[in-house]
């Protein structure tokens, strides 16, 4: 040991007082003297005396380096960590994490962190010939990991595993997918991916999408070396996972794809690429041999990758080819009856896939020839199983419950088609179950229709009254009453418009809880009694029985987590009725006296939903889990969460926070982090009610607790949409309060919210006419005051923006003139030739200048 190692051992023995400071000069001494143990002791000793947090990473960064020199690499990459987490910039430690990780094996992470040590200081000719070393080692590395996966010899279960994960990493550094794209590495992952065992295939699909993302070029050759038959094919085994990452490489080849349309010239190749893999998928829906979730997964791409985003695109050729091509396919698929014999095979969620899919279809089309098109293609499809006996009548029905769940006008047309409706009159009463669920599901989807409302009214109630009396299986009996559940709500939420005598609808609702709480009855089964709950709910006396029954509750939020997403809608709708979260417009008196005087139809409102019951309401649903259950749904993938599924769900949170004390245990369960996505994607409406909510949530709650990390920048656009003028004054003034909180946090919230160029609006809002609103941008302006840019607009040459400030200090309104004051108070103490401009705003005000 050194000298000056000796000395403070030996006042650390004669118990007399070191710093932190002293230990880790002691500890740089015994470094430089190559005593690496020792100095790795000094600096333990000063981290248990340390607090500062920039001190305790510079001894994190020194026994980072102590343990590279004795060999311990795990535990220096662990150290070089904890000091990147104080800052991300520090280089050193960096470096000597690089060189850890480089000694670990983990090559991919070393090149990472050595591109970021050449980003920051790019003439460090260290850093850069680390990398170069790097690099070529990884040459090397990748043939050996192509070795280790290949080698049938080889039965080292971990080491394959590392060697995949090394693979799967490396792939997504744009350095390493090069390095494997250029070392024959497509032959090789098509090797991986043609020995059949799940894990070489999981590792091959997760590298390829290394391989693929955002790189046009590259994405084009491996298409072309692997073809889009093989692709098509593995997204159809059995294997779940190997067909689910199967299909999120077709995802990002799309991507990339349809990126180069838009950006190269090149972009005829891309689409015919692109017909070539979606070709494929629709082939794949009709394939007997594929399985049922490569089905699920084929229609859940299509959805994703055929229609236009907006209506702004107006290019709609993809999905014209896709109705001419494979609308008959998609059918194929929605026409399927379970268990009946050569059927295809399908999951729980496929025809409603199908019915998304071909409801986004026919959406996107823009003119009647082009709907004409479609509904002679539909009619078609049904026509075609004339003639083919029982066998074919259940295949056409089916084709109309696809329909009307999807496309309703092209639902009804079918409906219309000479025999349907007759065909379903006459299955209801068929003593096969699988033929009359059939039957009676295509009942129950044609009694939303308002076109067949009074025929179905008239020939449907006696019908399915009759089967839900006498049918003995549960199964049957539960979709007849979800009939009578629809037929029976056609007034709505009008107290006064009841279809069925007086407790009937109470009674049906007891039914649907009495099912949904009975566990031994399969969960797709149940789901019939969320949708005849979705209806009956419209009744306030439901909606009172159903909250205080806690049980039923649980049950319907079990079944909003399962992997059964078809109940989401139903499970949306039940809760909008509950929470009274629909749209409802007071009638204006005049024209009420109007439609009196007329003897015209005035609807009434239920006493049960006035203000104090709707809040017992949510209470009560908030105590039995609603926000969990919710979360779930919103994590969804599946085409069932549609846009008008995501304004429901928007709807149901608005209500929940209503309430400032709610807003906490909201957060806790999740509901932040679920709002986020809805108030990005899904119906204009739907996105508006989500950042209300946020809004909401981030007025009384701390921000950063709330939507901890990254989370908190991601609020910032949603609360901006708030502004817009089409918003209502309560949304503008929820926007501006709620921002004002942001804006006080951090310089980089600031420069988020300039980002999205809210300052213009919230200038706006400082001359509204409310006073609440023009307030609440005052308040907003005095926090954003703190930005650099934000000080320089009030130097504008020709800019009002100080003398309003100066205005609004001597205004009668405390509030305001203390926002106001407040502001020029920042203003001047951040940006001192401020301070020379009021006197001369203030002389050239009272000049009348």
Request: hydrophobic share 40%; proline share 2%.
């Amino acid at each position: 040991m050194s000298g000056s190692g000796v000395r403070l051992m030996e006042r650390l023995a004669g118990g007399q007082a070191v710093t932190a400071g002293q230990l880790r000069e002691q500890g740089n001494a015994l470094f430089q003297a190559g005593d690496h143990a020792a100095a790795l002791a000094a600096y333990t000793q000063a981290l248990s005396l340390c607090d500062g947090e920039s001190e305790r990473a510079v001894l994190h960064r020194n026994r980072a380096a102590c343990y590279l020199k004795l060999e311990d690499y795990a535990k220096a990459e662990a150290d070089a960590s904890k000091a990147i987490e104080a800052d991300g910039r520090d280089m050193k430690a960096l470096f000597r994490r690089s060189q850890a990780l480089q000694k670990l094996g983990r090559l991919d992470q070393a090149v990472s962190d050595l591109q970021r040590c050449v980003s920051l200081e790019p003439r460090n000719k260290a850093f850069q010939e680390a990398l170069r070393g790097t690099m070529s080692c990884t040459d090397s590395k990748v043939d050996q990991m192509f070795q280790i996966l290949l080698d049938p010899e080889e039965k080292d279960a971990d080491k394959k595993q590392k060697a995949a994960q090394n693979l799967i990493v490396l792939a997504r550094e744009e350095a390493g997918a090069e390095k494997i794209f250029q070392s024959d590495g497509v032959r090789l992952l098509t090797r991986l991916l043609d020995t059949a065992k799940a894990d070489m295939m999981l590792a091959a699909l997760r590298t390829l999408v290394g391989l693929c993302s955002g790189h046009r070029s590259r994405t084009m050759a491996i298409l072309a070396e692997l073809g889009a038959p093989r692709l098509s094919a593995v997204l159809g085994v059995e294997h779940e996972q190997v067909s689910l990452a199967a299909c999120n490489l077709l995802q990002v080849m799309f991507d990339s794809l349809k990126e180069g349309m838009q950006k190269d010239f090149r972009g005829k190749e891309d689409a015919v690429d692109l017909k070539l893999l979606i070709k494929h998928l629709l082939e794949l829906l009709a394939l007997e041999g594929a399985s049922a979730h490569g089905r699920d997964n084929a229609l859940n791409l299509l959805i994703k990758v055929v229609p236009r985003k907006s209506p702004k695109e107006t290019n709609n050729s993809l999905s014209l080819w896709v109705i001419d091509q494979g609308l008959k396919k998609i059918l194929e698929v929605g026409s399927t009856v379970c268990g009946a014999q050569d059927s295809l095979p399908v999951t729980e969620n496929s025809r409603m896939s199908a019915s998304v899919l071909l409801s986004k279809l026919y959406s996107d089309l823009k003119c009647d020839a082009e709907r004409e098109n479609f509904h002679h293609l539909c009619e078609d499809y049904v026509n075609w199983f004339e003639g083919h006996e029982l066998a074919g009548k259940l295949r056409a029905i089916q084709t109309v419950s696809c329909l009307l769940q999807g496309p309703s006008e092209a639902g009804n047309r079918v409906l219309e088609l000479e025999g349907i409706m007759d065909g379903v009159l006459s299955l209801c009463a068929s003593v096969c179950e699988a033929h009359q669920l059939v039957a009676v599901e295509a009942l129950i989807h044609a009694a939303d229709k308002a076109k067949r409302a009074s025929f179905i009214t008239a020939n449907g109630v006696s019908l399915l009254k009759e089967i839900y009396k006498h049918s003995e299986r549960d199964s049957i009996r539960i979709r007849a009453l979800v009939g009578l559940c629809k037929l029976g709500s056609a007034g709505g939420t009008d107290f006064s418009m009841k279809q069925f005598a007086e407790g009937s609808t109470m009674k049906l609702a007891k039914q649907c809880r009495k099912w949904l709480c009975n566990e031994t009855i399969d969960a797709g089964t149940r789901r019939w009694a969320v949708e005849g709950l979705a209806y009956l709910t419209f009744d306030a006396d439901v909606k009172e029985e159903f909250v205080e029954d806690k049980a039923a509750m649980q049950a319907m939020f079990h079944l909003a987590k399962s992997e059964d997403r078809s109940v989401l809608y139903a499970v949306a709708s039940t809760l909008v009725n509950c929470t009274n979260s629909y749209d409802h417009e007071e009638p204006d008196p005049q024209m009420l006296e109007l439609a009196k005087y007329a003897k015209q139809h005035i609807p009434e409102q239920h006493p049960k939903d006035k203000p104090d019951f709707v809040k017992r309401r949510v209470q009560k649903l908030l105590a039995a889990g609603v926000v969990s259950a919710l979360a779930c749904m919103v994590k969804s993938e599946n085409p069932a969460l549609t846009n008008s599924c995501r304004e429901l769900i928007s709807r149901v949170f608005l209500a929940l926070v209503e309430e400032a004390e709610d807003r906490g245990g909201v957060v806790a369960q999740g509901g932040g982090k679920a709002l986020i996505p809805l108030s990005l994607e899904g119906t204009e409406v739907g996105q508006t009610k989500a950042a209300q909510a946020l809004a909401k949530i981030t007025i009384t709650s701390n921000p950063e607790m709330a939507f901890p990390g990254e989370r908190i920048y991601e609020v910032v656009r949603p609360l901006v949409s708030l502004l817009h003028l089409q918003r209502t004054g309560l949304e503008n003034f929820e926007g501006l309060m709620a921002l004002t909180n942001l804006a006080g946090i951090s310089e980089r919230l600031r420069q988020k919210i300039l980002k999205e160029k809210a300052v213009p609006m919230i200038e706006g809002y400082m001359f509204e006419e409310h006073e609440l609103i023009r307030l609440a941008a005052t308040e907003c302006m005095c926090n954003m005051a703190m930005s650099k840019e934000v000080q320089e607009l009030f130097l504008a040459e020709g800019s009002d923006r100080l003398k309003l400030m100066v205005l609004y200090s001597g205004e009668e309104d405390e509030k305001l003139r203390r926002a106001a004051s407040g502001t020029l108070a920042m203003l001047t103490a951040l940006h001192p030739p401020i301070c020379k401009r009021i006197p001369q705003v203030v002389s050239a005000w009272q000049r009348g200048g």
